[in-house]
């Protein structure tokens, strides 16, 4: 257990449709990646938030958005949802954002 | 934007052989991990290396950080079907806190 919470753990959508992804990072650490990854491929970087503040910004699409809140946690937006976006989100939590990173167990999200 | 370049892409050995993966950069990192990822679950940790010239065993694995702090490798001896998975460089800057991954090497180890 990496201490990274992800919910849900399965989503299935229609196109056009919004979902949020959550997740909480381990106690302490301050810095949240949001990744992408499709079948059989590597790790896309989304975006990072560092204390709450957005502190790097990957391939992340316009209909993508994400936020970090006072109490550190992290919901990633995904809007109008294409079947190309059907795949993998993996959160990861670390202490000072150039550090470990603990990854959660992510939420496979299908579009159909 | 801090590129991380891992080789091979794709590796795939007999049980017993021994392999090699390489993560390279043209930047500086202040620290780089490694981790292994199985189908369907996160990425987990395996070591951390800070200091240039460090080598670091895990059992069978032993890592090693370049002189310069730009490159590292990855060397597994007499590896095991257990061994199966993708393997990820990462590199933190402490200058401007982040942390970035190279495209990964999945490796395929045949009982």
């Known amino acids: 257990d990496s201490g990274v919470t992800q919910t849900p753990k399965h989503l299935i959508t229609a196109t056009g449709q919004r979902v949020t992804l959550r997740c909480s990072p381990r106690s302490g650490d301050l810095s949240v990646y949001w990744y992408q990854q499709s079948l059989d491929q590597g790790l896309q970087f989304l975006i990072q938030?560092?204390?709450?503040?957005?502190?790097a910004k990957g391939n992340i699409l316009e209909r993508f958005s994400a936020q970090q809140f006072p109490d550190l946690h992290s919901e990633l937006n995904l809007s109008s949802l294409e079947l190309g976006d059907s795949a993998l989100y993996f959160c990861a939590s670390s202490a000072g954002g150039h550090t470990e990173a603990f990854f959660g167990q992510g939420t496979r999200l299908t579009v159909v | 934007t801090q590129l991380l370049e891992q080789s091979p892409q794709f590796l795939s050995i007999q049980e017993g052989e021994n392999l090699t993966v390489y993560c390279n950069s043209s930047s500086v990192f202040s620290s780089l991990q490694w981790y292994r990822q199985e189908p369907g679950e996160g990425p987990v940790l395996l070591v951390t290396v800070v200091t240039g010239g460090e080598v670091k065993k895990l059992k069978r694995l032993t890592f090693q950080f370049g002189d310069a702090r730009k490159d590292s490798s990855l060397h597994i001896t007499a590896a095991q079907p257990g061994d199966t998975g993708l393997y990820l460089c990462a590199g933190g800057s402490e200058d401007d806190y982040k942390l970035s991954f190279g495209a990964g090497t999945t490796v395929t180890v045949r009982a």
């Open positions: 938030y560092y204390n709450g503040e957005e502190r």
